[in-house]
């Protein structure tokens, strides 16, 4: 059908059109009745022509597009911070691979998994790009076809209507027949298609024959097949078979031996009678009949939808129908992705239900089995009964690159259903049409131009094509000729029976009975030539005979009158005889043709006996002699079926006229022509388009050379039956559908016999045109002009483009195109005037808003499409810049509207892109008004406009894109620079592009990254090197995109802004792109919907599909995909894109996933490629940007780290990371870009806690590409700022711990992650390995900026970054983890923050965040001194860094006195606090302001601890600055405050009861359960009223609820040394000791008794680090001894720092212990004793008011000294070592000092006393007496032990 391409075979170079031979859409062998003379009869030479000719179609019209397949999408992984999919994917497709290993080979290779090879054009355009083009990707499945048929006003290519129009062809072939009684005699028999309804045949008659074996001659070839067609199926719709065997002999053997019941065989004697008896009788007799419903309804229902041709098995036949065969192949065949072949659909169906026909019957009694019974006939008849598509491929819907076109087959097309039998088990949807090749029936491609000159692809040349008698009644043009009548004989009543059969002749005329008749019967056999006659089956021995035969009788072209129809009647002895019976002549009737041709109706005639000359004339009529009295006795009907022979009388006058005017027969003003041309107007519409085309021709030759009254009579009754025709439209198509055949396929403008068409036709049109400009009345035609007006411009067109080809054809090399063709002035000025006319006709009506006008806007646009391939481009530019002009600027919405219409076809044009601009400098002259005017438009008011453009800027890119032609890269960089100037647009007029809403931002974006990836670098520069604030803009789109194309996963955790715990989708999100599922993803769905599901659900890849496989439909699909998306579409009202996607079936939801994602990947690496040349332009300072901080580098490598990347992306990025701070290093580490360094640190850090190693690897990588470059260009001290502040950031945004089983917390798998991560960011081993894997080179690290020497990199620094970064995370680990036992364990929680503010020292404003909660928690627990103590080490931080700063008041000698309260305030801090300006944190916070403030609270909280002394020194601190403020108030207050303190210390100290501030406890710990406690030792200070119960009490409930079930809590009762490994398992225990301070100046060695209020440390400030205790024990196991016993242990414990501390307990560091003996105790408690007297008597008092508590504490002391009844003290020491046994134990030495000792204390004593005596007043006399008394017993008690002691006192 495709062949013959305008002669020269050449489809793609030279010629347009396509010649599409005619000879295979009708069995013409030309009549020979038609090759009289036609020279008189031109309208007869126009219609043969016009069913003769070839069509002549324009390959070019509806656009030529061969797309390239897109790539295949990959399934991206977008990893979260707990997710490792990749590694999940591989194993899956670990396991895949050895499940498929056995399977592999049978998978058929579909058109969707795409050869090796078949991509190899696109690879090498891959080579230097990072990623997938960006716009294949936001368009995976653009279909050129589908985009342009959303056009308003769009073309739509017609089928050209065959001769049988659309339906359903089956072919019927007779395989057998065979009879119980076996076949002796040959039977003949008919075949046509029937409807029962109606009861009304639709096909004439298909004859078959079937002989007996033995006279079956050898050469008989196969019977053929019967050929018939239908328009739909429909259950009325059946077979009609009639048997015929040869008349039964009288007396002979009867047909009723093939209907007995017994016996069943014909006897020997039976045979051979009817063997002989066939062989001499040439007559058939009527012998059965039956009836075969081809579409049942039981059966369709059966089998589920659509009536299946594979089941024209009616209920009443019995028979085995190959349904599971016909199946099953069609299975098999089309999994292998091709149609059904036509074996497949063919079914073999056995009929057994012949029915005898008894005597004579009518098609009556074949409707109505009540009438007669009919007996069943015992035999069996077989039929191959085939369903064929019809001949699809002269469809012209199989579009060039091959695909057909949805229209001609979906799912729903009554051919789709035919070519498939639905049966429930099979899981074929139909045939899937998609983008792949269409396979033909016969298996062979049909691609645009294949040669497959065959028309109906499987039909044998002696097949027989019934004709269909419906294409007589059809409102269809027809487009073959024929020309013939049907005849059928129907009754013959006459009185007496006999034989009778007819024959039948056709004859000129009557003038001669002898002459011959015309050969113009059509003999039953096939292939033989037409004959004289025909004659009828016998009717044996009836009265009234009836007959069931159909004789078809070809006509002449031409009648007359005299031409007629001879019927003979003959009677037929039907006896054996010596010879074959010979009929006899009884009568004869005659048929006029012109009188009764075109009657459908029945007619009666009446018998004539003989013929006498001019049988005809009425005149002749009396003389003849009738049957039957003259009666009407026999019946008859016709059936004309004639192209050639109009029924309607108007046509045919308008013919004759015609003939007459063209053969100049006719008066000159041809009057009467303009009669039978108006009088066309009421020809009635079936006439009318039977002889569409003819009449239409006949026009337009009027048109183009008849004068001028008849051209505007012609043009206007053209008019006039185009608005008719257009009407009858069935389909309210703008085209309609007869017209479209007739412009695109049969016109060819007289195929070059006359001058062409289109000067006349725009002539006439014009001069219309302008006269209804002038204002002149022109009537309601001029409206139906512009209805029309397609169909004039589409004429037009053809015409010039068929004269352009007959100009060239000869003189044109093979493979050139055809040069355009210049117009003559004159043609060209009227087309222009015309056009302009029209225009203004646009205008006008646009704005009151007709539809005509929209019409005829796309009209004109397609006028100019068409023109373009034609004549001059640049006269078509006039054309366009006429309507632009006409249209200006920014206008109406409607009038807007269809510039865009114009616009948007007139881009579609093949050559587009080669088209040149308005003068031979300029660039394509169409893109500049394109780009100029979208660019408008998105300025416009209305919105649905500006989505509009951007959606057509859009479709045009990609249809460059996929555009088989310009896959070059040179083509694409011409491309690119064409639309460049959009880019340049946009960067002038930021706020056009900002007012988009998302989708049009994405589609405007989608375009813009396109046009870039495609140009070469020295266009790209041209976008930056205008100005620094158009390459930030420039960059800001960069953003836009990354932004508008983020993928988020619903559950995205860690991303900034939606940390995984807040409820979902509260962070910032962009709107998904399938907020309203852009054009791009609908078809590309309804592609993916089209996807095999495999039956294991493990689809292609092992994860997720990969790419559309068009062949299949998947039966797990529950809907169709556009049903899912219409219905997803109309529930979204009110609904979010959330609840959208969840409404879609899951398959498609994982396909958007997929297709988002890819998208997303795509943009990214776009942007990232785009960035990496800039960071390289800029590097050669080729470009406008600010170089002082790269700010458009810097935001971009932002933007990429901040958003959610696929896996790609991140494995892409190191290498270009790496580069750009190769070359900008310097300024993107310097302080301006401070921003941006603290988050690319935070970024490395969240990327090196993912679980993908691939990502978390290439995050420790940029780790160190950051330190190495810290080491040249900033102090690495910063970098440890901005890393331990990013670190602190990331821990709250971060899960650092997760619960356990158990209930307890434990670290998180993040936090081991990260700290992985930073262990491997020091490790210089791994290093280079970690590179290599990232892609950079192994000495990417070593590598010296070009300003540097030597190589800096320290792996020390690197290790002690990395420690102090570990330290912080530990802490924060450690802080989290405390969380559930925060408020129950004090002293646990004051730790960990403790420790967060040393890990986060460098930092001082994290420092000082720490200290501060750790003050809060410290005032909540009421430790006033601690918290005191946080306060200062805050105002510490300040000072110090005021002071280093040199901008306070302060010198580095008040830090110092600051240290002495607070010994943390330590020097390291002051070298970083400067480091630590990073934006947002560092020393604006400093100020003397802040630290006066701390410092305050500082004393504010030691003064409510009563630590006056410290109170004193810190407002001594305050005092400076407000001096130097001259801030008197100020001052004064300090001084009143002052004064206060130091009155509370007097205070302090002269209380009688000596003050202490807290009691402090060691407590140790034991037992595994404490953790990191166990065997560790504490100092406890506690509130001085915390007696050891309360401690204890406190810590066991502390620790308690920690125990579980397996480990109890012990408290060790004793202050004794623990053995840990002797203690029990399983148990845990503490142990609590009160413990002393110890002085500084203290001499732990003296065996003095320690009474605190001895010490002479009051007014010292109360700083300890050193604590003791005391524990008596005996030598010989005994718990408690005698004095002479008892030794001493005393155990000084060394703390970690001085209380009061930042906490509430230190770590023991340093234990020590000395032992004293029994005698050095006893020495020891006296010395104390004497001390204490000592000190009392000898403290100065400064006033005698001060008498009387200094006599109450003597009294005390001497009381306890002297009073007699306390015996126990002093004497019992002597009784312990100086009598009996133990004084001789005692070394002298010891004696000596204890005698010493005794005396000394003695003399003590005798002084008090008389000190005593000196101060009391006569109250105290009597308790004085008692004092000297037993001072006196008790040295006379000791005289015994010491004799000196008298001598002494």
């Known amino acids: 059908m495709d062949g013959n391409v305008a002669s020269n075979g050449n489809g793609s170079g030279g010629y347009r059109f396509r010649r599409i031979p005619r000879h295979s859409l009708a069995h013409l062998k030309l009549d020979p009745l038609l090759d009289d003379n036609l020279e008189q009869w031109p309208h007869l030479t126009e219609l043969i022509q016009c069913y003769r000719s070839d069509w002549i179609k324009d390959d070019n019209k509806y656009g030529h597009y061969e797309s390239i397949n897109p790539d295949s999408f990959q399934n991206q992984i977008f990893e979260g911070p707990d997710t490792d999919i990749e590694t999940e994917m591989q194993l899956a497709s670990a396991r895949q691979i050895k499940a498929e290993d056995a399977t592999d080979d049978d998978l058929p290779s579909s058109p969707g998994r795409q050869s090796p090879n078949a991509n190899a054009t696109r690879v090498d355009l891959l080579e230097h790009h990072l990623g997938q083009s960006p716009l294949p990707a936001y368009e995976p499945a653009f279909d050129w076809g589908n985009e342009r048929s959303m056009i308003f006003g769009q073309r739509i290519p017609e089928t050209p209507t065959t001769h049988y129009g659309s339906g359903l062809k089956i072919s019927v072939k007779v395989l057998s027949l065979s009879f119980q009684a076996g076949i002796v005699e040959p039977f003949y028999g008919t075949i046509c298609i029937y409807n ?35 328009d739909a199926p429909s259950a009325s719709v059946c077979l009609l078979i009639q048997l015929e065997k040869p008349a039964t002999e009288e007396g002979g053997v009867t047909p009723s031996v093939y209907s007995r019941k017994e016996p069943v065989h014909l006897t020997e004697r039976e045979r051979q009678k009817l063997q002989v008896w066939s062989r001499i009788m040439p007559y058939r007799e009527s012998f059965s009949w039956a009836i075969v419903p081809l579409f049942d309804n039981s059966i369709t229902a059966a089998s589920g939808g659509s009536a299946s041709p594979s ?109 498939f039998s639905k049966s429930p088990g099979n899981s074929l949807d139909g045939p899937q049409t998609s983008n792949s090749k269409w396979i033909a029936l016969d298996g062979k491609d049909v691609s645009g131009n294949g040669s497959n000159t065959h028309g109906n692809l499987d039909i044998c040349a002696d097949d027989f094509q019934a004709f269909d008698f419906r294409t007589t009644m059809r409102n269809e043009p027809f487009l073959q000729l024929f020309h013939c009548l049907y005849v059928y004989p129907l009754t013959v009543n006459l009185s007496r029976k006999k034989n009778l059969f007819i024959q039948v002749e056709l004859r000129k005329d009557d003038t001669d009975a002898r002459r011959q008749p015309l050969e113009a019967m059509h003999p039953r056999e096939r292939g033989s030539l ?165 009449i239409l021709n006949m026009l337009l030759h009027l048109i183009g050379n008849g004068g001028e009254t008849l051209q505007v009579a012609a043009f206007r009754a053209m008019v006039n039956i185009l608005t008719r025709v257009q009407q009858e439209s069935i389909d309210d198509a703008e085209r309609n559908r007869s017209l479209v055949n007739y412009v695109d396929y049969a016109f060819d403008d007289f195929g070059g016999r006359q001058p062409p068409v289109y000067p006349g036709l725009s002539t006439v049109w014009g001069s219309l045109a302008r006269s209804k400009a002038k204002g002149y009345r022109v009537g309601p035609v001029y409206d139906d002009v512009l209805a029309m007006a397609w169909f004039f411009l589409e004429l037009i067109v053809k015409s010039m483009a068929l004269e352009q080809t007959r100009l060239f054809y000869h003189s044109l090399p093979l493979d050139e195109d055809v040069p355009p063709m210049q117009l003559k002035e004159g043609v060209f000025r009227c087309i222009i005037q015309l056009y302009d006319c029209l225009l203004t006709e646009v205008h006008e009506r646009c704005k009151k808003g007709l539809s005509l006008a929209k019409r005829l806007n796309s009209s004109l646009a397609f006028f100019c499409y068409d023109l373009l391939a034609i004549i001059e481009p640049r006269q078509v530019f006039e054309l366009v810049s006429l309507y632009l002009d006409k249209f200006s600027g920014v206008c109406q919405s409607v009038l807007h509207d269809c510039k865009l219409i114009f616009l948007q076809i007139i881009c579609d044009h093949d050559l587009f892109v080669e088209m040149p601009g308005r003068d031979p400098s300029d660039r394509n002259y169409l893109s500049s008004v394109l780009i100029q005017e979208l660019f408008l438009t998105w300025d416009h008011d209305d919105l649905s406009q500006r989505a509009k453009a951007a959606r057509i800027l859009v479709v045009v890119l990609c249809k460059h894109e996929f555009d088989a032609r310009y896959q070059k890269p040179e083509d694409k960089l011409y491309i690119a620079q064409l639309y460049f100037p959009l880019i340049g647009q946009i960067l002038d007029e930021m706020p056009v592009f900002y007012n988009l809403n998302a989708a049009e931002k994405r589609e405007v974006l989608i375009v813009i990254l396109q046009i870039v990836r495609n140009l070469d670098d020295a266009s790209v520069v041209k976008a930056w090197q205008q100005s620094i604030a158009r390459t930030r803009l420039f960059f800001k789109l960069m953003e836009e995109c990354l932004v508008h194309f983020e993928h988020r996963k619903p559950a995205d955790g860690m991303l900034i802004g939606s940390s995984s715990r807040n409820p979902v989708g509260d962070g910032p999100t962009s709107p998904k792109y399938s907020d309203k599922l852009s054009p791009a993803i609908n078809t590309y769905l309804s592609e993916a919907s089209r996807q095999e599901v495999r039956p294991q659900g493990t689809p292609e890849d092992g994860y997720l599909w990969q790419r559309v496989n068009s062949q299949l439909s998947s039966p797990s699909q529950p809907y169709s995909l556009r049903e899912a998306l219409a219905q997803a579409q109309s529930s979204r009202i009110g609904a979010s894109a959330q609840a959208l996607r969840e409404s879609l079936h899951p398959i498609l939801r994982q396909k958007l996933e997929l297709w988002e994602e890819n998208l997303s990947a795509a943009v990214s690496l776009q942007v990232l490629e785009i960035t990496e040349k800039f960071s390289a332009m800029a590097a ?196 989290a983890l405390l969380s559930s036992v925060m408020s129950m364990d004090r002293y646990a929680a004051a730790e960990s923050f403790y420790k967060l503010a040393m890990a986060f020292a460098p930092v001082p404003d994290l420092h000082i965040m720490w200290l501060l909660h750790l003050c809060d928690a410290h005032q909540e627990m009421q430790s006033w001194a601690e918290a005191a103590q946080c306060a200062v080490a805050v105002a510490g931080v300040v000072m110090q860094a005021l002071v280093a700063r040199n901008d306070g008041v302060w010198s580095k000698d008040h830090v110092t006195a600051l240290r002495k309260i607070c010994p943390m305030v330590s020097s390291e801090i002051t070298s970083e606090a400067s480091a630590a300006e990073v934006e947002g944190y560092g020393a604006s916070k400093l100020t003397v302001d802040s630290a006066v403030k701390y410092l305050q609270l500082a004393n504010k909280l030691f003064s409510q601890a009563e630590l006056y002394h410290f109170c004193a020194s810190i407002l001594e601190l305050v005092i400076p600055v407000y001096k130097s403020r001259r801030a008197y108030g100020q001052l004064a207050k300090c001084h009143t405050l002052l004064t206060n303190i130091y009155e509370s210390i007097l205070e302090q100290e002269s209380s009688p009861i000596t003050f202490t501030d807290a009691t402090y406890y060691r407590v140790g710990f034991y037992g595994e359960k404490f953790g990191k406690l166990d065997r560790k030792e504490y100092v406890y200070r506690e509130p001085r009223d915390v007696r050891l119960g309360d401690i204890m009490e406190k810590l066991s409930h502390i620790y308690e609820s920690r125990m579980d079930g397996s480990h109890t809590l012990h408290i060790i009762p004793d202050s004794r ?233």
């Open 530 to 694: 037409l004959q004289k006659y025909a004659h009828t089956q016998v009717a044996v021995g009836a009265r009234v005979a009836c007959y069931h035969d159909e004789i078809k009788v070809s006509l002449p072209a031409v009648w007359t009158p005299s031409h007629h129809l001879l019927f003979t009647f003959f009677h037929v002895d039907l006896q054996t005889k010596l010879e074959a019976p010979k009929p006899v002549v009884i009568g004869y009737a005659s048929l006029p043709l012109s009188t009764y041709a075109q009657l459908r109706s029945e007619i009666s005639l009446p018998i004539m006996r003989e013929l006498v000359p001019h049988y005809l004339l009425d005149s002749s009529k009396e003389r003849l002699d009738y049957l039957e009295d003259g009666k009407n006795v026999f019946k008859l009907r016709l059936r004309l079926c004639s192209s050639l022979y109009p029924i309607n009388e108007r046509i045919r006058d308008f013919f004759l006229e015609y003939d007459r005017h063209t053969l100049r027969t006719s008066p000159p003003w041809g009057s009467e022509l303009l009669e039978a041309i108006n009088s066309l107007k009421n020809v009635d519409s079936t006439a009318l388009l039977q002889f569409l085309h003819p």
């Open 311 to 419: 089941s024209p098995l009616a209920p009443s036949m019995s028979g085995s129908s190959y349904h599971e065969g016909a199946f099953e192949s069609i299975a098999k065949v089309t999994s292998d992705g091709k149609l059904g072949c036509s074996s497949s659909s063919s079914v073999i169906v056995e009929i057994s239900n012949l029915k005898k026909v008894k005597e004579s019957y009518t098609e009556e009694s074949l409707q109505d089995p009540k009438r007669k019974a009919h007996k069943p006939v015992k035999g069996v008849l077989k039929l191959e009964i085939e369903k064929h598509q019809t001949a699809l491929a002269e469809m012209d819907n199989i579009s060039e690159g091959g695909s057909v076109t949805n229209d001609s087959l979906d799912a729903g097309d009554p051919i789709a259903d035919i070519m």
């Open 196 to 230: 029962r309804e109606r009861r009304e045949k639709l096909s004439e008659d298909f004859y078959f024959s079937v002989l007996p074996s033995e006279m079956q001659d050898a050469k008989v070839t196969l019977e053929p097949r019967g050929i018939f067609y239908l």
């Open 1180 to 1375: 050669s300072h080729s470009i406008a940007t600010d170089y002082g901080k790269l700010d458009c580098l810097s935001s971009i490598i932002m933007s990429f780290f901040s958003r959610n990347q696929p896996l790609v992306f991140w494995k892409a990025v190191l290498p270009v990371f790496n580069h750009v701070f190769d070359l900008h290093g310097a300024t993107l580490m310097a302080r301006e870009n401070d921003r941006f360094l603290k988050q690319v640190a935070f970024h490395l850090l969240r990327l090196a806690v993912f679980q993908n190693d691939n990502i978390r690897k290439r995050a420790v990588i940029g780790l160190q590409i950051l330190v190495r470059s810290s080491f040249y260009f900033m102090q690495t001290a910063r970098l440890r700022v901005v890393l331990t502040i990013t670190l602190s950031e990331l821990m709250s945004d971060m899960q650092v711990t997760q619960m356990k089983s158990d209930g307890t917390l434990e670290g998180s798998g993040e936090a081991r992650r990260l700290r992985k991560s930073l262990e491997e960011m020091a490790d210089e081993v791994k290093s280079s390995g970690l590179l290599k894997e990232c892609g950079l080179p192994e000495n990417a690290l070593l590598v010296t900026p070009e300003s540097f020497k030597e190589n800096r990199l320290s792996w020390s620094e690197v290790k002690s970054l990395s420690e102090s970064l570990l330290l912080a995370l530990d802490a924060s680990l450690e802080h």
């Open 1617 to 1849: 040394q623990v053995k840990a490994e002797e203690l029990q398992p399983g148990v845990c225990y503490l142990q609590i000791t009160a413990v002393d301070p110890v002085m500084e100046d203290e001499d732990l060695g003296s065996r003095r008794e320690r009474i605190f209020s001895l010490s002479t440390g009051t007014v010292r400030a109360r700083v300890f680090d050193r604590f003791l205790f005391d524990t008596p024990f005996t030598k010989n196991g005994k718990t408690q001894g005698g004095l002479e016993d008892q030794w001493k242990r005393r155990t000084v414990l060394q703390t970690e720092g001085s209380f009061p501390a930042l906490v509430n307990r230190l770590l023991v560091i340093k234990s020590e212990s000395l032992e004293f003996s029994p005698v050095e105790n006893a020495i020891g408690m006296i010395e104390t004793r004497t001390a204490a007297l000592r000190n009392e008597l000898e403290e100065p008092r400064s006033s005698e008011g001060d008498q009387l508590p200094r006599l109450q504490s003597l009294q005390r002391i001497l009381q306890g000294s002297v009073a007699v009844q306390v015996n126990s003290g002093v004497l019992s020491v002597c009784t312990a070592f100086l009598s009996g046994e133990p004084a001789t134990r005692l070394r002298s030495q010891e004696l000596q000092q204890l005698i010493a000792a005794l005396l000394e204390f003695m003399a003590v004593c005798k002084r008090a006393i008389r000190v005593h005596f000196r101060l009391i007043g006569e109250e105290d006399q009597d308790f004085h007496t008692q004092l000297v008394n037993g001072f006196q017993s008790l040295t006379a008690e000791l005289s015994h032990y010491i004799p000196a002691i008298l001598s002494e006192l």
